[in-house]
């Protein structure tokens, strides 16, 4: 909150704001943050606070209100037409939120040797062009022509659209990042985020109609990438478990935002890395309470977002699917960020057709993120590209201690391909499969090996028995929460309110089953889950020298080709599936079917695996009368540390044509 000097300069910013606006811009809202606006039909955002303030020297002057400017940097002189014209024209290519309305000013910067000058033909086009000011470099040689007026800057701001204001202070002129609304349709987001100068960022939350739905501020992709950095451009949304400065975290949770309402002063390291690599945050995700798998009618505290594919009425299982369904929605998000301990990146992946990933456990240093059950846990992420996916993944994950570095000289021989899982219940569905099975014979010269994976699973099982292979994994999870969330939540709301607090059904349950089992009982689980984890490694899917794992092990996360429904009657209609999420909560007599929950394998031995968009199938839904168009997906596990590898095979299917990327919206292709 501002006080003193600071709330004298943001009211004088309002008043000249309210007072001085230029025709094309239509102010909707003011206030001491900043300025919705609508841009001839688009609503942007303008900060408060500038990106650079400059004393134009000559001609120009100090335009009153906001005008919309573009900014543009040379390397060579002369300064040449086409070089501007190609400029501008990428500009409209790659840029989501650039238009050109934005050229009612242009700022021309030159970085190379020497001194600049404009060509003649540059200066023509200028001329005859509708831009009202032009700002040069001051090493830029002043042009001949003073139509449009022309003023020398000391420098001008990084390529992009930006805004210009007079600044209350001084007679400069402030320039102010732009900022492109995005309705959030799928309420996929929690809130915004814009970069504050003091560190960290700032909560947004911005509605604009009678929906209610936050619009998101989102930053040009041209200015984020003229920083030299491997994921500059990038912008990505992140699951509230993870902590970022300045902004709160709440966990899905009332009660838990209640007793944390202040913004964290820290980031989490893994997404601090993901700042340094150049990626952009837009924002938190929403988030099944405390990171526990729950279904969509099990939100209480905060709505479930809806999946952008299909009827809109499918689930997107697990609990990132806020995360996920950003990613399935919006191509403003590049990429988004979840957490997976079992299956919360992977289903959710499989559910909205993108590619996801869950590293190798022990990858991500998980400071900074709210623990589930810390022996799974991993932080994953989405992307809708396969070769940005791959990049992503490589860079994120490059420090990981567990990663395999050693070079290797091809690609596994074998594909367990699990006869008792496959063929799915949709015949369309298993084509995909099996073209993907094909594919990777083809390309990469690995072999199908159909064979009874959960027979020879059960022999790495405590007494061969699957069911209990899945309490030890719900111990571990129930536990860990209990100890580290859940109890000492409760008791400093009690403490605080005099009354107990109020929870959402599946982390209640949680939280009861947690608070019953003892520190023997976890001992126990910790010892079930190491065996295991050093048993598959050394005999299912082991090292290999050239290849770094002997095997992949493929299957479905999903349903089978069948449509999943967020409304639990919905699943009972003909040809639809319920999602399954964890396995028997122990004492009610559930018997689990191992090939329905593979994703464990994973989470207990601390694989690494990848969710492969492979296409997708039509189904008649009961819900919108019509055909729709469900995708399709699968998983790829490999041996621990072995990201690389997966990386890699996805890289690699993609430049053979068999890969993709993913569409935003109703269809995944």
Known sequence: MATGLTESIQALFILSLAALIAGKVNVIEVDASGTILDLSGQPYYVPFDPVLSIDPSRHSGVPAGLVPATSVTAQYSPITKSFLESQIASYGNIDDVWTDQFLESLFISYEGQLNGFLHDEAEEWLQASNISRVYLSSN?????????????????????????????????????????????????????????????????????DNSGAQYIPVPSRVTLMTKSLPLAGTRFALKDIFDAQGLPTGAGSHAYALMHPLPVDTTAPSIQRLIALGATLLGKTRTSQFAHGAQPWEYVDHAYSWNPRGDGHLTASASSSGSACAVAGYDWVEFTVGSDTRGSVRKPAAFVGAYGMRPSHGSVDMRGVLPLAEEMDTAGFFARDPRLFSAIGTWWYEPSPVRIKRQTIRFPKKLFYPTEHFPVSNPAAQVLYDNFAAALSKHLKITTVPFNFTSSLLDHLPSRNFTQFQLASNTLAEYRSWVSVGKPLIEAYEGKFGSTPTFDPRAREMFKRGAMHTNKDFIEAQRILHAFRESVGSDLLKADIKSCSDALFMYDASTGGRPSYRVADFNNMEGAAQALLAGPVGGDGDTAKPSDYFTYVASMAGLPEVTIPLGQVGYYSHVSREWEMLPVAVQVVAHRGCDDLLLNIVEKLAGKGVLEGVKTGRDTF
């Open 140 to 208: 830029i040689r002043m042009p001949k022509f003073t139509s449009p007026p022309v003023s020398q800057i000391k420098a001008g701001p990084p390529a992009g659209p930006y805004f210009t204001t007079p600044s209350p202070t001084s007679s400069r002129l402030d320039i102010h990042a732009a900022y492109r609304l995005r309705k959030d349709e799928y309420a996929s987001f929690l809130f915004g985020a814009i970069p504050n100068p003091s560190g960290g960022w700032t909560k947004t939350n911005i509605t604009l």
